[in-house]
């Protein structure tokens, strides 16, 4: 029988790598698919779920049940992807930055679309943005 996050958790909190491994395993697709999005590059959205999990860890203490657990993992991963962002803005990696801010926009707006039309499904946005001018 597959325990809950709350349950899971309260045991990782005790020290339960275990249950902190059950956790990562149930969450990382979709914090893959989130940093994916966000940053448009396998490699960096790898990284991202890495450090959102390292983050989570070391910050479980801070970690209040109002909401849930997948919803702050959430929360962490498109904060790492947003800074990762900050940084190669930083760094002069606009191409790069522009490409993501493009399939953002349209995740976005295809999204926003389906909701309306009451459709739910997820989205994997292929390299077609590299194509635009790079004036965009």
Known sequence: MEESDAVAVAKAREGDQDAFRVLVERHSLRLFQL???MTGN???AED???ETFLRAYNRLDRFE???G????LHRIAANCSLDLL???KRRGDRERT???TWSILCHFMVGLYLRFQGVTINLHLSSGSSRLPSSF
Request: charged share 25%; with cysteine.
């Open 35 to 37: 940093a994916y999005r």
């Open 42 to 44: 396998e490699q960096d």
């Open 48 to 50: 991202m779920v890495q």
């Open 65 to 67: 049940s109002r909401a």
């Open 69 to 72: 657990f997948g919803t702050w």
């Open 86 to 88: 900050r940084r190669q």
């Open 98 to 100: 522009h490409t993501c």
